[in-house]
């Protein structure tokens, strides 16, 4: 318990010795500066800049004395109203260029199956009938004749629809009114994109 007290002791020693170093490297850098200052013309900031007011700690016997003098966070009502003025105009232009980009477009890619009464449906005409349906946001894909079964084939085309203009639904009903191709129109495959 000695020992640990002794460390203590000296950490606390070494830690005296580092605050008075910083107190006397910032007096040093108040010195250059004020006489830097005095010499030179003020810089020019493009933003304002809160001015701080550093006064320099009052030392007795080593250790500062008095916190409340210095004023880190000093404030100026009129620089604070030119920055909220400036920040207001940022938004505002923000929210002008944001409001002039066009939107994200939801779309989905549809796999269907397009399936004929029988093996002797002509599945060209079936095919054409099929991408004469034009809708706003609707484009026809490739598609390909898939083996069901008995000399059957069913008809597998891609589309892809924006979702807000084109659903699922107003499809399938357009696809089945060619009733003297088709029997039925299953979604095989509905992706976002």
């Known amino acids: 318990l000695a020992a640990r007290v002794a460390t203590l002791e000296q950490e606390s020693q070494n830690l005296h010795k580092v605050i008075r170093d910083l107190q006397s490297a910032i007096s040093k850098l108040e010195k250059v500066l004020k006489k ?11 933003a304002p800049v809160q001015k701080v007011h550093v006064t320099p700690p009052k030392e007795e016997n080593g250790t500062a004395e008095d916190d409340d003098d210095i004023d880190l966070f000093g404030s100026d009502e009129e620089e604070d109203a030119e920055a909220e003025r400036i920040r207001e105009e940022r938004l505002r ?23 004929p009464w029988d093996d002797e449906t002509d599945m060209a005409k079936l095919e054409e009938c099929v ?16 083996p069901v079964g008995y000399g059957i084939k069913k008809l597998q085309i891609q589309c892809v629809v924006e979702d807000d203009k084109v659903g699922t639904d107003i499809l399938e009903e357009e696809i089945t009114k060619f009733e003297d191709y088709v029997q039925s129109v299953d979604i095989a495959a509905f992706n976002k994109i």
């Not at 830097?36 to 493009?46: E, G, L, N, R």
């Not at 232009?93 to 399936?115: F, M, N, R, T």
């Open 93 to 115: 232009q923000y929210a002008e260029k944001k409001s002039k980009k066009p939107g994200v477009i939801a779309k989905s890619s549809i796999l269907l199956d397009v399936k």
């Open 36 to 46: 830097s200052t005095s010499t030179q013309k003020p810089i020019q900031v493009a």
């Open 131 to 146: 991408r004469t349906i034009q809708m706003d946001g609707l484009l026809w894909g490739s598609s390909k004749l898939v």
